[in-house]
């Protein structure tokens, strides 16, 4: 039994807290949110100089190679440091579906650049009526001599306004919620019958409704193997699910942090407002939240790789322990630091709001409970 | 034992529901139907028009405007109120100054305030917290000094609920520091137009503007504007923390909210089917509405006592706390229906803008709902502060 990091992995998390600390303080993100970018590319290219951007992938990809681990570790800084660029949607979830799915072709054209931070890719999985099952695919895509035309309609793709290229679920046969009949296809954000309504969400992300209008696309779109889309999906999506419940115990950390310290010094009442047992027993109560969430956290990283059951498993588990105690520990962040864990100025609310998004973020709590139990 | 309400208050409860129904501005309806953000004009419109019905302020005694209603049509006026989702009764000049003005201020005062709090042509904000002094509020610091016929006002305060609309602030201010604190605070009345105040937006994370910073420098008050006697501040103030306490509790409301959730829950899919048929939502949503059933009870239970004569004693604080819980129990299930689509903010379209919003109308603006409703269990004493007066007052603890 060993939870310790290698040193490798201890160099890595010193150089990711470093940059949080250094190169994105609280301002420099509330000017990135207000920007009409909504990211840096400068920080997203020193991302890929600073090897961040290679990480999951296959070393004879030109990647270094890491395990969840690695990733763990980047999110959960991320989380602490409330990260807006696209390393979600770009590196896990696109980057899995191209490293479990992608022709050769594809990953010698797209990785490269991508890993450079010269490309992002976003995915669009969801559509207007999906809600959290990946399977339930109205967006058609019809063969036509040698490629295909999409056509249907993709919500909420994150990171889709500043993406280049977006790889998409499409149904090539099968009813709307079959399984069977899902087809991913890797296409670029410019092409013709593409369009884009882009805005900003909640936690300060970028997202984009994403109309696909008659898109003809290659056979060489294709991710995976026609009609095999799903399981592939689903192995990325759960990735990307441990992922987030990383980012959401950094997120956490830092609230409780805050929170701590911030009983400790408001006075009320002539006292420290943590000197009332019940402010006491409510910290406690967050520090185990984290604590637990932590827990399985690292768990649901460390089952990626096994047998789909047991990895599906280990992510619902996961997903149902980090939303039960996001939701407990932002609502306490806020309301213990009083009216001004309202205001928008303090990072408290950002933290909450995050939180808030991430418990929805690939099936909310209901769905990944009705997943393990199922 | 008897729950029913009478063949009169039925006779009521007809008459006040024709009359919104017919009174009730279909814009302002639309508006506040949509969740956006709030506008000064629309609450002067309806406020207006229950002025001139007058039944702006059925708690006033009848000699100042009030209605001489039972606390079974005042109850009966909320309810119907509250399900025509019509803006609420800004609270500031209406269910605070104005019972501390009628009941501890002059002749004069009365003459000179009540009129514009009843026909909303004066708006009002409350001076109550400072950076320093949130729930011990009686540790404020903001300075009143006596000079000749008035007063000099120094110091702070924060969370001011609309001060940007507001022409004049009722004031909690120190007049003596020499004193256990208690008995030092005096309540100021003063025109925000003064020289020597600026308000600051504060802006909440759900991106609203409804709090504010109020600074005074040098803000000369005439001392005419005190009321009642220097030093006797925390009475009056206490006094009207019970006033703002009642009707907290929005059985009202929180109904409509849950019916709004129904409709949601019905028209939102999940695996093809509505969400309302999703065992767990349901599950939730009908707890959800017997914790609202409960509380119904407890306030009516409250209100009997009331009629006979007896004040709403501590007990109110289980109004503030379990209204308030289930105020943003809602609105975490609206967020929990919105799905994906509550990610969207469609900050813009909230403010009034023609901007269409992302997604379904009904969860546009769930999130920043949610972001918002949290603020219920902070002011207007915190639910941990409610807890402490139960524990004490009520448990002898
Ligand atoms: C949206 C909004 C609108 C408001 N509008 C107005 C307004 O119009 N006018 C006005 O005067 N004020 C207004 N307020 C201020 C509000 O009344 C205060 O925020 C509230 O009294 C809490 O004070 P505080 O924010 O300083 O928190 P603090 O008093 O610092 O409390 C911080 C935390 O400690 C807890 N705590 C404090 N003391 C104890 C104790 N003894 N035991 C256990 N727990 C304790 C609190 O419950 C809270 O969780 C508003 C606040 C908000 C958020």
Not at chain 2, 70 to 99: C, D, H, K, W
Not at chain 2, 115 to 139: K, N, R, T
Request: proline letters at 4%.
């Amino acid at each position: 039994m060993d939870f310790n990091y290698s040193d490798e992995q201890k160099l890595l998390i010193d150089s990711v807290e470093r940059f949080i600390q250094d190169d994105y303080g609280f301002d420099t993100r509330r000017a990135i949110l207000k920007s009409d970018e909504g990211f840096r590319r400068d920080l997203w290219q020193k991302f890929g100089e600073l090897g961040w951007l290679a990480v999951p992938f296959a070393e004879e990809d030109g990647g270094l190679g890491g395990t969840p681990v690695e990733t763990m570790i980047i999110m959960e800084s991320f989380g602490r440091g409330l990260v807006v660029e696209p390393y979600l949607s770009t590196v896990v979830l696109a980057g899995g579906l191209l490293r479990a799915g992608g022709t050769p072709a594809q990953r010698e054209t797209v990785l490269p650049d991508l890993m450079a931070g010269g490309l992002i890719v976003a995915v669009g999985y969801a559509e207007p009526t999906s809600r959290f099952n990946l399977a339930d695919v109205s967006t058609t895509a019809t063969a036509t001599g040698g490629g295909y035309v999409l056509k249907g309609r993709k919500s909420v793709v994150l990171h889709g306004p500043m993406a280049d290229k977006v790889i998409v679920s499409a149904r090539t046969s099968g009813g709307q919620r079959d399984e069977a009949g899902i087809t991913l296809f890797l296409v670029d954000a410019g092409a013709a019958g593409v369009t884009r309504q882009d805005y900003p969400t909640v936690d300060g992300l970028r997202a984009s409704e994403l109309v696909l209008d008659g898109v003809a696309v290659g056979a060489d779109a294709v991710v995976g193997e026609v009609g095999s889309g799903f399981l592939l999906l689903e192995k990325a999506v759960d990735e990307a699910t441990a992922a987030i419940c990383a980012e959401a115990v950094g997120a956490m950390e830092v609230l409780h942090k805050a929170t701590l310290e911030y009983a400790r010094t408001r006075v009320q009442f002539g006292q420290p407002i943590g000197r009332f047992q019940v402010i006491q027993h409510r910290l406690v109560d967050m520090y185990i939240a984290y604590e637990q969430a932590k827990s399985l956290a690292i768990m649901a990283n460390l089952k990626l790789d096994a047998p789909r059951e047991e990895r599906r498993r280990a992510v619902s588990a996961a997903k149902v322990q980090i939303g039960k105690s996001a939701r407990f520990v932002g609502q306490q962040a806020v309301q213990l630091h009083g009216g001004m864990g309202m205001t928008d100025e303090l990072n408290v609310g950002h933290y909450f709001k995050r939180l808030t998004m991430i418990e929805t973020l690939f099936g909310n709590t209901d769905y990944h409970l009705k997943r393990y139990a199922a | 034992m008897d729950l029913s309400f009478s063949a009169e208050d039925l006779a009521f409860q007809r008459e006040v529901r024709a009359f919104v129904a017919e009174n009730y501005p279909a814009d302002i309806k639309a508006h506040f139907d949509a969740g956006l953000e709030p506008r000064k004009a629309d609450f002067v419109r309806w406020q207006k028009i229950l002025f001139e019905k007058g039944w702006v302020a059925p708690a006033w005694p009848q000699q100042y405007g009030g209605t001489g209603w039972t606390p079974t049509q005042r109850y009966i006026f909320q309810e119907e109120l509250g399900a025509a989702n019509t803006p609420g009764i800004i609270p500031f000049g209406l269910s605070m100054v104005g019972p501390v003005i009628y009941t501890f201020g002059s002749e004069e005062q009365k003459k000179r305030f009540l009129p514009g709090i009843l026909s909303s042509d004066v708006w009002w904000c409350q001076g109550y917290s400072e950076p320093g002094s949130g729930s011990d509020l009686a540790s404020l610091k903001t300075k009143a000094v006596r000079q000749g016929d008035k007063y000099i006002v120094n110091g702070s305060k924060t969370w001011t609920t609309m001060a940007q609309w507001a022409d004049w602030i009722f004031c909690l201010v120190r007049t003596d520091s020499s004193v256990k604190q208690q008995e030092g605070i005096s309540f100021l009345l003063f025109d925000m137009k003064s020289p020597g105040i600026t308000v600051r937006p504060i802006i909440t994370m759900d991106g609203g503007h409804e709090v504010n910073e109020c600074f005074f420098d040098n803000v000369e008050v005439p001392a005419e504007n005190l009321i009642g006697q220097e030093g006797q501040g925390w009475t009056y103030a206490k006094f009207l923390l019970g006033h703002e306490r009642s009707g907290i509790a929005a059985v009202a409301r929180s109904k409509r909210g849950i019916a709004k959730l129904k409709q949601i829950a019905n028209a939102e899919l999940s695996d093809g089917r509505p969400l309302i048929e999703d065992q767990d939502y349901r599950r939730k949503l009908a707890e959800l509405e017997i914790d609202l059933t409960a509380l119904e009870y407890t306030e009516l239970r409250t209100l009997a006592r009331e009629s006979q004569g007896k004040g709403p004693g501590p007990e109110s604080s289980i109004l503030k706390i379990k209204g308030t819980e289930i105020q943003q129990a809602i609105t975490e299930l609206a967020v929990e229906a919105a799905g994906y689509y509550g990610f969207a903010f469609n900050h813009r379209a909230m403010n009034g803008s023609n901007e269409p919003v992302v997604g379904p109308a009904a969860t546009a603006f769930a999130a920043p709902a949610y972001f918002n409703m949290r603020k219920t269990s902070i002011y207007g004493g915190s639910n941990e502060i409610q807890k402490n007066i139960i524990a004490k007052m009520v448990l002898g603890l």
